[in-house]
């Protein structure tokens, strides 16, 4: 693995955690903790669908969201167990790098902790929540998307909102980035025409990238990236996967790309253990 720098960005996208993951398919998430600890970016983002929320499905009939009523698809979902699949991925990420810093504070070597800069960009699957109100008004200001922000201010982490704007090295992050009258993502090959910038975004859950040096000589990227859905969920269009942003300046990066399936190969908690 190449050595990171120390502003390197590791961006995580459309996770999608649910609460019907198997135990192999959550394993994915100890696994990106366990990558994250050894390679130490400065920065990661989390780039929204962390949560997948299948509670609030407008396709299986829920009328929180404005469904025309519960199909037997949404039978026995709880938005409450969805939030807990979606809080209970991100500490198990978090977890190793949490219990080396322990280690290094029981040793009185703070120093040695490591605690990147986390950010959280809203999804559309967060943006669910904002729904609720409109359809139960009896909800309003009770249950929104608030609940979701909480939990992530709480671990530290910076939040922001469905389709708002994050903005680190001269890169520009967001769910996805809207492009015709119907506001769909726009694709790779239009991407550095329409935004004139660099820009790195998911949910579409392929992968792409283009580059080229714009009229001022700067290099720009388009990074579609991915997803992070257990690659058996994936279809074949999707690609299962991070990116990490080595040496981002002023637009410019060396793109780093690495699947699901490397990182439970190498990263597992028992290949830890073994090691
Ligand atoms: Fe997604
Ligand atoms: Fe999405």
């Not at 995580?12 to 993951?21: I, K, N």
Request: proline share 4%; aromatic share 8%.
């Amino acid at each position: 693995m190449i050595e990171l720098s120390k502003d390197a960005i590791c961006c995580v996208f459309d996770a999608h955690a649910r609460p019907d993951e198997r135990a192999e398919d959550f394993e994915r998430f100890s696994a990106l903790g366990h990558f994250i600890n050894t390679a130490r970016p400065g920065k990661v983002v989390l780039g929204g669908d962390w949560w997948d929320f299948p509670s609030l499905s407008i396709y299986d009939g829920s009328r929180a969201v404005g469904g025309a009523g519960s199909n037997k698809r949404h039978s026995g979902k709880t938005i409450l167990n969805d939030l807990r699949a979606g809080e209970d991925a991100l500490k198990a990420t978090l977890e190793a790098m949490r219990a080396e810093n322990r280690r290094h504070i029981r040793a009185r070597h703070r120093d040695r902790c490591y605690e990147p800069e986390i950010h959280f960009l809203g999804g559309n699957h967060e943006d669910r929540l904002n729904k609720i109100p409109t359809h139960i008004p009896e909800l309003d200001g009770m249950l929104d998307s608030g609940i979701v922000d909480e939990f992530l201010h709480g671990q530290g982490i910076q939040t922001h909102r469905f389709l708002d704007n994050l903005q680190l090295s001269g890169i520009n992050f967001r769910h996805y980035f809207e492009s015709g009258v119907r506001g769909r993502a726009v694709p790779i090959t239009q991407a550095l025409n329409k935004l004139g910038r660099s820009a790195v975004w998911g949910h579409t859950h392929t992968f792409g990238h283009d580059t080229r040096v714009a009229a001022d000589g700067q290099r720009m990227h388009a990074v579609c990236a991915g997803c992070f859905k257990p690659p058996r969920r994936c279809s074949e269009q999707e690609w299962s996967g991070i990116v990490v942003l080595n040496n981002p300046r002023d637009g410019d990066l060396d793109l780093l790309q690495i699947s699901t399936n490397s990182l439970l190969r190498n990263y597992r908690l028992d290949t830890q253990k073994a090691a």
